[in-house]
């Protein structure tokens, strides 16, 4: 394959990579989710959602005004960001929080309305013409006296415990209803690595509670006896009497210098959908610039190359030899 035919081969897959990487941006403005609903709500509740502004194409900051329309309810609906605030570039999703209290004189029923969002370029020429890009978000709330109790349990874990420290169990709790609910108990039964020997056991109430509608951390200490080592760990957690959780995990009991080494480091992957568009665009035309100096490069040197070994053998011209005289 000659120069030109890798040359067009490379730019092709250049090309293709470069768009496959971003995808045809379209360009657009949206909201996730497109309501602010709960039906379960009762008078004294307080209720967030986050909800996600959305743009194809985060190229420049835009400068977002809200408005709440919801008849007697509108003093009930907080935008935690303000009313006015910026979406900064290269943001593909910008959360919104929206938080509702409900007032404890408040009569039940059905309440509906909307927010509504518009932006326009933060650097925009006031004096000029503008593209102003919208959305709606719908608000939809019930607001009964009939008492909901739901939670649900995210996750779980034993974060890594120094030998000597107590074992902390951290529960992630959600609590969906509109009352303030949790796990009343856990239980913990220990082995050794291999699940063989057991341990020890422990059972604690839990006394911390997650208010109405919120997700929180509740952790719970336990007794720590154990040497430095990995364990096993038999888990039940209780909704009153009722077992919630039944399940096992493993944990590690470590050395105090290594919990403190530990705890200077993290990690993140870079978030990708945060950079600008342009920032892809001008990569892409650097390396293909790059890409074809280089190829240039190697031509003319082939070229030159070839023309030194044309000259060096013209028809005609003598061979002058160099004898060694030997004395």
Known sequence: MNYKKKALVFLFLSFALFFLQNGVAKAGFGVSPPSVSNKNLVPGSFYEQDVYLVQSKPDQTLHATVKIDAGTISNWIKIENGNTFDI????QQFP??????????APLGNYKGTITVNTSPA?????????TLGAEVAINL????????????????IPDTAKG???????????SG?????????????????????????????AEKVQSFQTKDISVEFPNNLDVGSYWADVK????????????LVFNVVSPSAVAKNKGFAFSMPNFSAIPFWVYVLVGAVIIIVVLVIIIIL????????????????PGEPEVKKLKIHK
């Open 88 to 91: 900064p570039k290269g943001t």
């Open 96 to 105: 919104m929080k929206v938080d509702v209290n409900v007032p404890s004189s």
């Open 123 to 131: 650097n925009g020429n006031p004096g000029g013409v503008q593209v």
């Open 142 to 157: 019930d607001i009964t006296d009939i008492k909901v109790s739901d939670f649900s349990i995210q996750n779980f874990q």
């Open 165 to 175: 420290s107590p074992i902390k169990f951290v529960i992630k709790v959600k609590n």
């Open 178 to 206: 509109n009352t303030e609910n949790g796990p009343t108990k856990v239980g913990l039964t220990f082995f050794d690595q291999y699940h063989n020997k057991q341990l020890g056991q422990q059972e604690l109430s839990v």
């Open 237 to 248: 957690i209780y909704s009153d009497d009722k077992v919630a959780v039944d399940s096992r």
């Open 299 to 314: 031509i003319l040197r082939k070229k030159k190359n070839q023309g030194k070994s044309s000259d060096s053998s013209e």
